[in-house]
């Protein structure tokens, strides 16, 4: 009877040790399905954030007609930075004009069907067909038509590691579906009111070409004239691609 007796007393004592082990595992079972709710619920916000801000970013460009901006356009690679600056016009569909003037004069514009490159004093322009550019402007084109952030880029999502200019900015980040094979990343920085205050092009070979705009006018007056080309009397024309 004493040996039965320390046999009911062993399995009676054991059963609080056991106990004490199922509602750890447990614990742990819950804290870990709170983690997993926890992170799908906050991914589930950060991704329907993003996209309330890419659906705003398209309703703004798509509701324009023209769109007018000071630029500075910054290039980093190959162990060197270049910074240039002037004005950015862009009307719909397709036309857009890049007047440079600092550090010097250059004019790349497009007349919805043919691009043209040319710097004043040059003896030659290049000319390009629209369809064909290959260019790095390429991703500000999508501005020009029907605004789709989602369906351009990507992988669209946040960049919490990447500082905007300034505060209140939202930057996101994606890869352009057209330029995948060439360009790695592309980071916009939207202003509170949805804006595209920042465009920055990371090439797979590591440079990395900024856009930066500013003073930017929604629906100015602006003749198609400005975005036509004529070559200058002795200037020849080359077909091909474009370069800087």
């Known amino acids: 009877m004493k040996g039965a007796g320390s046999r009911i007393e062993s399995a009676s004592g054991s059963a609080p040790g056991r106990n004490r082990s199922l509602m750890t595992q447990m614990g742990k079972f819950s804290g870990l399905a709170i983690l997993a709710l926890s992170t799908a619920t906050t991914t589930f916000a950060w991704s329907a954030d993003v996209s309330a801000m890419a659906k705003a970013v398209d309703d703004k460009y798509n509701h324009l007609k023209t769109l007018q901006a000071d630029f500075s356009e910054i290039y980093r690679g190959a162990g060197t930075e270049r910074t240039e600056s002037g004005t950015l016009l862009l009307k719909k569909p397709g036309k857009m004009r890049w007047e440079y003037r600092s550090p010097k004069e250059k004019l790349f514009v497009s007349d919805g069907k043919d691009v043209w ?128």
Do not use: H
Not at 155 to 181: F, H, I, K, M, T
Not at 216 to 231: G, H, N, S, T, V
């Open 117 to 244: 490159f040319w710097a004043p004093g040059d003896r030659q322009v290049r000319r390009s067909q629209l369809k064909r550019l290959e260019d790095l402007r390429s991703p500000i084109g999508f501005l020009l038509g029907k605004t789709k952030l989602g369906k351009e880029l990507r992988g669209l999502s946040e960049a919490p590691d990447v500082a905007p200019l300034n505060r209140g900015d939202e930057v996101l980040r994606g890869v352009p579906q057209a330029l995948a094979d060439r360009v790695s990343e592309v980071v916009l920085e939207i202003t509170p009111d949805d804006w595209i205050r920042r465009i920055v092009i990371e090439e797979v070979d590591g440079s990395v070409t900024e856009y930066r705009f500013s003073n930017q006018k929604a629906d100015a007056d602006i003749p198609d004239l400005r975005f036509r080309f004529e070559p200058p009397p002795g200037v020849e024309v080359i077909d091909g691609e474009l370069g800087q």
